[in-house]
């Protein structure tokens, strides 16, 4: 036996230990994957007012020349 042969024989054993690792844990994606709940939000609450806009800076008043 060479090591080639033992090379190709050995990563074989590799690939198949890393696929049945990947079906064991599930396919990547969306697919297969459980559907989460949707949240239904409370219909008895009213919708929060919006907040008061946050103050800009120091107000400058014009000063008349006398």
């Given at each position: ?17 890393v696929l049945a690792v990947a079906v064991v844990f ?41």
């Open positions: 036996m060479s090591s080639e042969s033992v090379g190709g024989i050995f990563g074989a054993i590799v690939a198949a230990i599930g396919p990547i994606g969306q697919y297969g994957k459980p559907v989460k709940p949707a949240k239904a939000e409370p219909a008895a609450m009213a919708p929060a007012a919006p907040a008061a806009p946050a103050p800009r800076g120091p107000v400058i008043k014009e000063v008349p020349n006398q």
